[in-house]
């Protein structure tokens, strides 16, 4: 069949890798795809801010399968569109992509369905929420409720930042209207872990669990950023992936399924094992990036038919199968980011670093310029290496890291220094 996939960042290249493997897939096509992925498929220029362009372009090549990786195109309602143009679409509908884009509906919704998070309250008028803010022990969590690009969240360790964190999001409207409301919760103390659950609506799969390294800098410093780097599997103790499965993730489909918003597609939540037990910090209702560049790297069976089984609410009669390597994952972003960065620089050693074959290099903010692979992001590449151990998969991953050049290059240097809880 023909497949389609939304979106242009490593995430994606992941996603074209796995798929164009798959004995199903025929023609695939990228919107709007990044210089990696075209040699998987064909880069689609579409406006894909326009759902009504989706559906016509999906219509007019036959896909038998759309994939709506990005969390704002879920928000957007692509998939509610390309379903009822009869076209096969991965991913929640708008409806239930509101466990990511409102964090307010998602708080609200783990305390109706006693789904363990943060304690927290919602604010729409800044004087509340600062009078709110200031009696709370810090270091204080804000959130803005809608989208953000990873932005929306300040751990604010003074009064005084929690203050200019709500002017900025409320009066300023720093991200528009989706800071006007706001989540102030507790800080949460832990060890930070990524879930992902494949969901058809009543049943799902967890994943092994992986990490993210949200910071930019070493030790888990400085600014959020995308991330920066995942390893997967982290290891856990068998009971662990029943619990959370019985505690979150089937808790939030048979809520969905209650109020006729049937969850279908990925529930990611990003979790902290406390001392208290675990607790959802987020609903993300997507592949996480670069989660998915590891996990792509060690799931064995065939993605297209689990997303088809998730899309048809058939996924009881898929087995998914990963393999028992471990994967490393490391970002080589853009000097500056996750602030300015300047781009257009040429990135060499791409070759040199896949010629290991446990080596696979995915394009995140690139673009192709006279032949050559320049920095078009903040985010640049995913350099992602397997092995039998974490140790080797670590080590492999910054061998090839270490052979990728661009100006200004830079990454973590401890991504899979941890891999217990
Ligand atoms: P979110 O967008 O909600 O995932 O938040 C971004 C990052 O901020 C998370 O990945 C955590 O590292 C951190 N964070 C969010 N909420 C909390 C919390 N309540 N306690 C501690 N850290 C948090
Ligand atoms: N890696 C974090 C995210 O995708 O939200």
Not at 4 to 15: F, M, P, T, V, Y
Not at 262 to 289: A, C, H, S, W
Request: charged share 20%.
């Amino acid at each position: 069949m023909n497949i389609l996939i939304i979106g242009g960042g490593g995430r994606e290249h992941a996603l074209a890798w796995k798929i164009q493997q798959s004995p199903q897939c025929e023609a695939l096509y990228i919107a709007p795809g990044n210089a990696g992925i075209q040699t998987l498929g064909e880069n689609v220029v579409l406006d894909i801010k326009d759902n009504q362009a989706v559906v016509d372009f999906a219509v007019a090549k036959n896909i038998g399968l759309a994939v709506v990786a990005p969390d704002d195109y879920l928000a957007q309602g692509m998939v509610d569109a390309l379903t009822s143009a009869g076209i096969k679409a991965f991913g929640p509908t708008k409806a239930a992509a509101q466990l990511e884009w409102s964090k307010a509906f998602a708080k609200e919704f783990m305390k109706k369905h006693g789904i363990p998070t943060a304690q927290s309250e919602t604010f729409s008028s800044f004087d509340t929420a600062l009078e709110y803010a200031r009696t709370q022990t810090l270091p204080v969590v804000i959130k803005a409720d809608g989208l953000a690009l990873g932005k929306g969240v300040v751990i604010a360790q003074t009064y005084d930042e929690a203050e200019a964190t709500l002017r900025s999001f409320m009066a300023e409207a720093k991200f528009g209207a989706s800071g006007k409301t706001v989540v102030i919760e507790e800080f949460l103390e832990g060890s930070e872990i990524s879930i992902h659950a494949f969901c058809d609506g009543k049943d799902a799969v967890l994943f092994p669990v992986s990490r993210d390294h949200k910071r930019v800098g070493d030790g888990n410093t400085g600014p959020n950023t995308g991330g920066m780097g995942t390893i997967a599997p982290v290891l856990v103790p068998d009971w662990f992936l029943n619990v959370v499965k019985q505690s979150v993730v089937m808790p939030v489909l048979k809520g969905m399924n209650d109020t006729g918003t049937p969850f279908k597609g990925i529930l990611y939540p990003g979790i902290m094992v406390t001392n208290q037990g675990i607790k959802v910090i987020e609903f993300n209702t997507r592949f996480g990036d670069p989660e998915c560049e590891s996990y792509m790297r060690i799931l064995e069976s065939d993605l297209v038919e689990i997303l088809l089984a998730c899309v048809d609410g058939t996924l009881e009669n898929v087995n998914v199968k990963w393999s028992d390597d471990s994967v490393t994952t490391v970002m080589l972003a853009s000097k500056g980011y996750p602030e300015a960065y300047e781009k257009g620089f040429e990135v060499q050693g791409i070759n040199d670093a896949e010629a290991d074959s446990s080596v696979v290099v995915f394009h995140a903010g690139t673009a192709t310029k006279e032949g050559n692979t320049v920095t078009s992001g903040g985010r640049v590449l995913g350099v992602s290496a397997t092995g039998k151990t974490p140790e080797e998969a670590k080590k492999k991953a910054y061998e090839a890291a270490d052979k990728i050049h661009f100006e200004g290059k830079q990454n973590r240097a401890d991504i899979g220094a941890f891999w217990a809880l």
